[in-house]
């Protein structure tokens, strides 16, 4: 054993790559199709990489357990007399050299194998037996790195548990990205934070800042850390505004057009205040939430072919913003989170402002009180109204294509099986992929399979594999204390600043609630 079976389990691994390369260049033993030998190909690579990604999660915790190993044995060696910072540069410098990675992002490393191998056993498991990756393990614990002991075994069963109370729908973690893994996550750690969302947001808010980094080719960042209504409502305007100044004259791209947009607006006088006004939600049955939306933006600047900017007229542009509101925390009786399409989980009273300080238009929602999941609506006309695309965004969260971000405002409502084709206008024949991926399903052989009225379709691709959607993860509304007295806060309470509210009721012996709303006065 000791070092000569380490060399041998490597050579052996070396060897394995040697067939796994031949394979790929088509020079194996024997074809993967005698049939249709490039079609064997195609299909053999396609194996190759799925197990290619499996392995590389197994080193991956392979390297994680090693690391860690390395820094005890090392700190046990080095003794008490060695100053424990001093150490700690030590053994991050030894592994940043080993793996050729800089000072900054061994200790990263370094810190991530820490909570992977100690404090996370099914993230660990998944990751050695590659079903997630090092990325997917990495999100874990930085997510998990705010919470104690029990919030952590909570997220991690929640991802990683099949036979958790509640288990996370739809596509499995390690099919998902890392990234959209990550929105994911933390949307869990919001509505389940033993802390409140209003005192880590209070804390956040202090913290905004705007900050410059300087890049390549006489080229520079600059970013903003903004309260997450700002900070999307501003990307929308952009969008739009960028979007308003395309057109057969425009050689800029969309992405050229919002940083042409973005500079105007802070290097000149070019575009008028910010709107990030967004409305609220309407009636509800189970106590969940509504969702509509609002907005406003300006006029961007045309330029010549190198981009140069030039003074225009503004021309009002509207951006939306689509928040999703529990009944409960729009009154100010519940503090659970608000969803802001595009961002994620948002404080109540970030919500409530958003709704009282503009709410054009409020849509009544009915939910599953089992999970939160918005119930089937259903047209016989060929137009998708406003309310379905509303239901559809709460439905999907973003375009359904496996890895898109795309959020919701932005995306299609599409036909699964085509009007023509006798496909009905229901949610459950309905998807909305984003502009991308919409032409991708219409110009080549990637198709959408069978939605339901709480699921997004999923993906079936050119060679016939079926890739799972991404489901949002719906919870049970969550009652106040006294839901059999609950009242219409008086107007100008704390409690309440929506001064459209009419009247509430709450029969707990039906376990229903209906809240009615008008819209707001002219």
């Known amino acids: 054993m000791g070092k000569s079976a380490v060399v041998r389990a490597f050579g052996e691994i070396r060897a394995a790559l040697a067939v796994l390369n031949a394979e790929v260049d088509g020079a194996g033993l024997e074809p993967f199709s005698a049939a249709d030998p490039l079609a064997g190909v195609a299909a053999g690579c396609l194996d190759i990489l799925a197990g290619a990604r499996e392995v590389e999660a197994g080193f991956a915790g392979l390297k994680a357990r090693a690391a860690v190993t390395y820094a005890e044995s090392a700190d046990v060696v080095a003794g008490p007399d060695v100053p424990v910072r001093a150490q700690e540069m030590a053994v991050a410098a030894e592994i940043g050299c080993v793996l050729a990675l800089g000072p900054r992002a061994a200790s990263s490393f370094l810190a991530a194998s820490y909570a992977v191998t100690a404090l996370l056993p099914l993230t660990l498991s998944a990751l050695q037996a590659g079903v997630i990756s090092w990325g997917h393990a990495v999100v874990m614990a930085d997510e998990a790195a705010c919470l104690d002991a029990a919030g952590a075994a909570a997220l991690e069963a929640h991802f990683l548990d099949p036979g958790a109370a509640d288990p996370a729908r739809g596509c499995p973690v390690g099919a998902l990205p890392a990234h959209r893994f990550k929105a994911k996550a933390r949307t869990w750690r919001e509505r389940h934070h033993a802390e409140s969302i209003e005192t880590r947001h209070a804390k956040g808010v202090s913290e905004r800042r705007v900050e410059f980094r300087a890049d390549q080719d006489g080229m520079a960042w600059l970013s903003a850390y903004l309260p997450a209504d700002q900070a999307l409502a501003g990307w929308n305007r952009l969008t739009a505004t960028a979007r308003s100044l395309q057109g057969p004259g425009e050689g800029r791209t969309l992405t050229q057009l919002r940083a042409d947009t973005f500079a105007d607006a802070i290097l000149t006088n070019g575009t008028g205040a910010s709107d990030t006004r967004a409305s609220g939600s309407g009636g509800m049955t189970e106590g969940a939430s509504g969702s509509s939306s609002d907005g406003a933006g300006a006029g961007g600047s045309p330029s010549d072919g190198a981009g140069a900017v030039r003074d225009r007229v503004p021309s009002p542009v509207r951006a ?58 259903c047209r016989t006309s060929y137009r998708v109204t406003g309310p379905m695309r509303a239901w559809l965004r709460m439905r999907d969260g973003k375009c359904p294509f496996p890895g898109c971000s795309n959020n919701s405002l932005d995306n299609d409502a599409d036909h699964i099986l085509a009007w023509a084709k006798a496909g009905t206008t229901g949610i459950s024949n309905l998807g909305q992929p984003c502009p991308k991926h919409h032409k991708l399903r219409h110009t080549t052989g990637w198709k959408p399979t069978p939605a339901t009225k709480n699921e997004p379709p999923g993906w079936t691709s050119p060679t016939g594999r079926h ?47 209906e809240l009615v709303l008008h819209a707001p006065s002219a």
């Open 320 to 377: 939306q913003v689509l928040v999703t509101v529990p009944v409960f925390s729009l009154l100010g009786l519940a503090d659970e989170p608000a969803v802001l399409d595009g961002y994620g989980p948002i404080p109540p009273s970030m919500a409530r402002e958003l709704v009282a300080n503009g709410a054009g238009s409020f849509y009544r929602v009915l939910v599953d009180p089992r999970d939160g999941a918005p119930l089937e609506i």
């Open 467 to 513: 890739y799972q959607s991404e489901h949002q993860d719906w919870e049970p509304p969550r009652w106040p204390d006294t839901q059999d007295r609950v009242r219409v806060p008086e107007e100008g309470s704390s409690h309440c600043t929506v001064p459209d509210l009419v009247q509430i009721q709450v029969s707990p012996a039906e376990d229903w609630l």
